[in-house]
């Protein structure tokens, strides 16, 4: 903390959860996303827990490779007004 105030750099107090403002989360949708598009009964799949785990991993590696890098951009390009978002929600937060 010391270090953080002789720096002059603020901590925010961020929300506990808003997905919206991470980029992660929004990666972690997308993957859902594909997996429940290319693999409609994968979540409905049985047997046992190591060949479960493969499939899963295996769908989850394809689905990965079908993303645009362009998708990746985006999520990067945005962080600015992420940032911002939290800013702003920060400043809500102590106004109340």
């Keep these: 903390m010391r270090w ?3 720096h002059e750099i603020t901590l925010l107090e961020i929300p506990t959860y808003l997905p ?3 980029p992660i989360e929004n990666v972690r949708s997308l993957i859902k996303n594909k997996l429940s598009k ?3 009964r994968l979540h409905l799949m049985k047997g ?3 060949i479960v785990k493969k499939a899963i991993k295996e769908a989850s590696a394809y689905c990965w ?3 645009d ?3 990746f951009d985006t999520l990067a390009g945005s962080m600015v007004d992420r ?3 939290i800013i702003n929600t920060n400043e809500w ?3 109340y």
């Design 20 to 22: 919206d403002i991470n």
């Design 4 to 6: 953080l105030r002789k």
């Design 65 to 67: 490779e079908l993303f």
């Design 93 to 95: 937060y102590t106004k």
């Design 38 to 40: 290319q693999y409609p």
């Design 48 to 50: 046992p827990e190591n």
């Design 69 to 71: 890098l362009k998708v």
């Design 83 to 85: 940032i911002k978002a």
